[in-house]
């Protein structure tokens, strides 16, 4: 299973106040406050953070029926740069994140072995964009294939009854959208 | 407090962050924060942090985990009061 996470810094700016009182107490540990605390940009590590965790999250929510918010219980840690890993619940996620002066992204993986494809567009016709691919790599019309949510909004793409992706995540902030698939 | 001046504080509250301005102005019980208000995660937060300092109560992770509909915020939220 993937799951993926996209952050607009432009927006995450104006739509947040991270320094905001109880804001990093309520979503992140204490380790992870201290590496945001130490850091030369906490800014930007407020987001890398948070998108591993949302990125994890969407990994539990496919494999769960249950939602929930609890961003603290998702613990962070970084093993490099770009590598970091999410601890959840006896569970570990990889994720790999790519951080630029406009925007952060993250993709989690359950096995870190396994490729995924992933790709930034733009926000509107995401939706369209995966069907072209689907049809690029299945040589099925991507007219006939349709997205189907599970009850926690969970989405996968299938060709009639066919499951064509066996794990996908779409994130949308600001200016960007971002797709994760794992072919079935 | 009644549960309809419990329902008007959550949608002053919520205001500023929902994106979906036709389920805010339809916001009742059954309204979900993300599915249906379209509030970006991260904006939870600060709904939590808002409804805290309104209602001066301490919402904690175990309470914070169930918080994504109005409905849940009520019941969090009249719990919290009792117990205060």
Known sequence: MIGNDII?????????????????????????????????????????????????????????????FCPIKFECSLISEKEGLVFFQNQFFYTSSIVTDSYILTIANQNKEIKVFSKLVAPKGIDNIIKLKLQDVTRLPSSEIEQKKSKNGAPNYYHKNLLLTRSCSISHHGNYGLFSLLYA | MTREELIASLKNIVKPYAQDLEAFNNLSEETDFIKDLKINSANLIDVILDLEDEFDIEIDNDSMEKMLSVKAAMEIIEFKLLDS
């Open chain 1, 8 to 68: 607009d810094l432009s927006f995450a700016k104006t739509q947040s106040n991270w320094q905001r009182s109880g804001f990093l107490e309520k979503q992140f540990t204490k380790d992870e406050q201290q590496l945001i605390l130490a850091s030369l940009n906490p800014f930007v590590l407020v987001w890398k953070l948070w998108s591993m965790k949302e990125a994890a999250y969407k990994i539990y929510t496919q494999q769960n029926e249950k939602r929930f």
